[in-house]
């Protein structure tokens, strides 16, 4: 079965259904903190949605992170994040359990194009493997130490695409 690719919009032109139905998955997720996401969202470069018929079952980002959450992820990664150097980060992405299967790429890839060559990391799951995989086929590289994360009982790994 072909998997579209996601629809990239600005949370600007988003609707109120489109960011309260993002801000949804990525809490179904269960690896972000809810305080302050959906302000956070508002913030984003882009939003992805990825979509089976009308029916939503996958969303991505693109966002510029806080200077707090640069360097509780530079430190614990013990990797230097610039801002100048990595000025975005590809995160919030959630398929649908039960559509999981070769959906994060056509998820992603819009998002990367959407970053015009600028550079951008991403923290993964030390156990998602299909999430290293696809960032992989985007063009990160996995660097730095693995960290516990504070959302959940898996670490997490620091993924880095430098700018083009």
């Not at 949370?11 to 972000?32: H, K, N, Q, Y």
Request: glycine share 10%.
């Amino acid at each position: 079965m072909d998997i579209p690719p996601s629809t990239v919009k600005a949370p600007s032109i988003c609707t109120t259904s489109e960011l309260d139905d993002f801000v949804a998955f990525v809490l179904a997720g269960g690896e972000v903190t809810p305080v302050g996401l959906s302000k956070r969202v508002k913030e984003a470069h882009s939003l992805a949605f990825l979509r089976s018929g009308d029916c939503l079952i996958g969303v991505g980002g693109l966002k510029f992170p806080s200077k707090n959450h640069r360097e509780e992820v530079s430190s614990g990664a013990s990797v230097n994040l610039s801002e100048q150097d990595f000025p975005m980060e590809l995160g919030w992405v959630f398929v649908l359990p039960s559509a999981r299967g070769g959906k994060s790429y056509p998820l992603c890839a819009p998002l990367i194009e959407a970053a015009k060559g600028k550079g951008v990391f991403a923290t993964s799951r030390a156990g998602n493997k299909p999430m290293h995989v696809t960032l992989g086929k985007l063009g990160f590289s996995r660097v730095g130490e693995q960290w516990p994360s504070g959302q959940n009982p898996d670490n997490l790994w620091l993924f880095v695409k430098n700018a083009a």
